[in-house]
């Protein structure tokens, strides 16, 4: 758990640090500004950007039923950032796989990826494909289960 959130707390403390030189250098603009900016880059790779993570085993008892593709991600990866924000409001209708608080999950895409934790990796109909347009992710979702 700790490791999903430790680049959002490197960047809320080196912009605390950062904002806090610029305050005391006369500039509290400067450093309010850049307080601001770190705040958001430390929310934007934060776990709470992506739906509700649930572990592998789940997501593929879940996607068996409801035909919708699992994606496989770990916090602070900006291609599963990317993935996520081009998605948009369907991003909800995946089902989200933390390979940092997942085992499971984590075996599941370095036997998809000859032993590397390459992700997003995106599972549909049983079969991964790694990092995939966002276009054709969403195409997944608007095909019949």
Same mark, same amino acid.
Do not use: K
């Given at each position: 758990?700790?490791?999903a959130?430790?680049?959002?707390?490197? =960047?809320? %403390?080196?912009?605390?640090?950062?904002?806090?030189? &610029?305050?005391?250098? /006369?500039?509290?603009? %400067?450093? @309010?500004?850049?307080?601001?900016?770190?705040?958001l880059? @430390?929310?934007?790779?934060?776990? =709470?950007?992506?739906?509700?993570?649930?572990?592998?085993?789940?997501?593929? &008892?879940?996607?068996? !039923?409801? /035909?919708?593709?699992? %994606?496989?991600?770990?916090? /602070?990866?900006?291609?599963?950032?990317?993935? +996520?924000?081009r998605?948009?409001?369907? @991003?909800?209708?995946?089902?989200?796989?933390?390979?940092?608080?997942?085992?499971?999950?984590?075996?599941?895409?370095?036997?998809?990826?000859?032993?590397? &934790?390459?992700?997003?990796?995106?599972?549909?109909?049983? +079969?991964?494909?790694?990092?995939?347009?966002?276009?054709? !992710?969403?195409?997944?979702?608007?095909?019949?289960?």
């Open positions: 758990m700790a490791l959130w430790g680049l959002s707390v490197v =960047l809320v %403390v080196c912009g605390a640090v950062v904002a806090a030189g &610029e305050m005391a250098g /006369g500039s509290p603009g %400067v450093g @309010a500004a850049l307080l601001v900016v770190f705040g880059l @430390a929310g934007v790779n934060s776990p =709470l950007v992506f739906p509700r993570p649930v572990g592998a085993l789940e997501a593929r &008892e879940r996607s068996a !039923v409801d /035909g919708r593709p699992v %994606v496989y991600w770990r916090p /602070g990866c900006a291609y599963c950032l990317r993935l +996520r924000m998605l948009g409001r369907s @991003a909800r209708q995946l089902h989200w796989v933390d390979i940092w608080r997942d085992p499971a999950g984590a075996a599941a895409v370095r036997a998809a990826n000859d032993g590397n &934790e390459t992700v997003p990796t995106v599972v549909v109909e049983g +079969r991964p494909h790694t990092n995939p347009d966002p276009a054709w !992710v969403r195409e997944q979702l608007s095909r019949p289960a």
